[in-house]
Each structure stands twice: as C-alpha cells, then as structure tokens.
C-alpha cells in the first residue's frame, strides 16, 4: 500500500513538473515570438528605407513596449467582442440553471438584443483591425508613445478602409493556402506527440507566415503614410 501510495505521488509530482515546463515552453515561445516578430518589422522598415539593421539589443529594447502595444491593440480591437462572449455565455447559464428550474420568466427581447450587441461588436472588429492594422510600424519607427501611436494611425488610415480591407481578404486567402501543409503535417504528428504538432503550428505560424504578414502590413503602412492623393472615400 506504501508502494502503491509513493509511486502515485511521483506520478502526480512528474505530471505537475511536465505541465510547468510545457507552461514555461510556451511562454518563452510567446515572448521569442514577439521579439522576433519586432526585430523582424524593424529590420524591414529599415531595408525599405536603406538603413542600417536594427542589432538585436536594439529590439530587445523595444519588447517592453511592443508587447504593451501588443496587449492594448488586441483589447481595442477584440474587447467589446470578447465581453459579448462572457455576456452571452452567462446569459445562457442564467436561463439553463436559474430561471428556467424557479420559472423565472426572461424579457422575450433579450435574444434579439444579444445578436444586435453581438454582431455590432463583430462589426467594430473588422473595423479596429483595419483602421490599426499599421500600428506596429507606426510605433517601432521613431519615439512616439503607445497612445500617440493609436491615434495617429486611426487617423492615417482614414479614407483607406475598404483599400487595407479588400488587401487583406487576399492575405487570408493566401495565409490559408500556405498553412494546408503545416495542418496535415500537425494532425499526422499530433496523435502520438502533441506538445510536437502544438510547436510545428506555432513555429510555423511565426516563422512562415510572419515575414508574409510583415511585408504586407509594411507595404500598407508605406502606401497610406505618403499617398500620391489622399483618397476622399471613408
């Protein structure tokens, strides 16, 4: 019964270990992700504009921010969208486990609120993501702040909505196409090593489609930082 007892021990001790490493596995892989993703728009920018590249001190100096860039951009653009889940999620509760066993009635309108908040949130997503979509370089080239470098890109992308939205549809389409190979590699590793199909998606994710992404955002930024004419469309 003591073998017994100590060997489940270390078995849960050796699972506990196992899922802290995968823990700080991925969390380094984000924070590498972010580094490289930053060090990689400066490099570009700096190509572009036949500067010098950008030492990795350089951009490892820039990380604290980028990362809170980072942080604030997703919840600008994906918050009222994220706060509809929980919402709904908590209204479903609400009806599942509270009203309906205490015959609490529910306002008969409450659905069709719910879809309207919803779908405006989805609305101000694709919105966000393409009026901010050149906030990293705005941000990494010079010393502005993280505040000053959101408004000055809502503000020079006015005009360009359906210009940066039309581009990006073809990024997708293309990013999509790209990632058919990553997928049937994850699946066929998958089944026997997850932690290995997880890393392939996620490396490949960052180190194929990030330069992808980066050049077409940077294409963007270049386009509608020094238009030839300001277009008159919103």
Not at 6 to 29: E, N, Q, Y
Not at 74 to 101: D, H, K
Not at 121 to 142: D, Q
């Amino acid at each position: 019964y003591v073998t017994v007892s100590k060997t489940m021990g270390f078995a849960t001790d050796f699972s506990f270990l196992a899922m802290l490493a995968v823990v700080v596995l991925m969390v380094a892989l984000v924070v590498c992700t972010i580094w490289y993703s930053a060090h990689l728009y400066m490099s570009l920018q700096r190509l572009m504009k036949g500067a010098a590249l950008p030492s990795l001190a350089e951009s490892r100096a820039k990380l604290p921010g980028f990362v809170g860039l980072s942080l604030l951009g997703g919840l600008i653009m994906a918050g009222p969208l994220a706060l509809m889940v929980v919402v709904n999620f908590g209204a479903v509760i609400f009806a599942t486990f509270i009203a309906s066993p205490g015959g609490m009635p529910l306002p008969s309108s409450l659905g069709s609120i719910s879809v309207i908040l919803t779908l405006a949130a989805l609305v101000w997503l694709v919105v966000a993501c393409t009026r901010l979509i050149t906030l990293t370089p705005v941000y990494l080239e010079g010393t502005r702040g993280i505040m000053e470098s959101l408004r000055q890109t809502w503000e020079q992308s006015r005009g360009y909505f359906w210009f940066v939205f039309g581009w990006s549809i073809v990024l997708g389409i293309a990013a999509l196409v790209l990632s058919i190979p990553l997928t049937i590699l994850a699946e066929v590793v998958g089944d026997d090593q997850p932690l290995i199909a997880q890393l392939i998606s996620s490396a490949g994710s960052s180190f194929l489609f990030g330069p992808l992404v980066v050049c077409f955002v940077l294409g963007i930024h270049q386009r509608i930082s020094a238009p030839a004419s300001k277009p008159t469309t919103v």
